[in-house]
């Protein structure tokens, strides 16, 4: 187990069904970046719709693959677009990258895991 992936839990979430948790991973992997682009041009367009769209596919992927931190950011982020906070302006931008940095860190953990 990583901060960032738990395979272990990933199996249980999947009643210890190795081939459907294999599958997840390998569609997490292939989307991840897909979202981190996302997340990435709708904050450059200061899209916040765009960004509430991504982060709750992102939120959905998350809660069939154990990936705790990145879970607890993108739970964060959605907070956030809710309840925007005019005394923190950069808290938004701040999620945003640090979310993309937790998905390098997933896929990372994701392709160790494969070399095994």
């Known amino acids: 187990m990583t901060s960032s992936f738990n ?19 390998n569609m997490l992997e292939k989307e991840l970046p897909i979202f981190q682009q996302q997340l990435q041009i ?11 769209h991504h982060i709750h596919k992102l939120h959905g992927a998350c809660c069939y693959f154990s990936v705790p931190k990145l879970k607890n950011l993108v739970q964060s982020l959605e907070k956030q677009i809710k309840t925007p906070r005019p005394n923190e302006p950069n808290a938004l931008n701040k999620l945003v ?14 392709r160790n895991r494969n070399k095994k």
């Open 97 to 110: 990258h640090e979310i993309c940095n937790e998905i390098d860190q997933v896929l990372q953990a994701l």
């Open 42 to 52: 709708a904050l450059t367009n200061e899209d916040i719709e765009a960004i509430r």
């Open 7 to 25: 395979w272990e839990e990933t199996l249980r979430i999947v009643n210890n069904k190795e081939n459907i948790a294999n599958d997840l991973a």
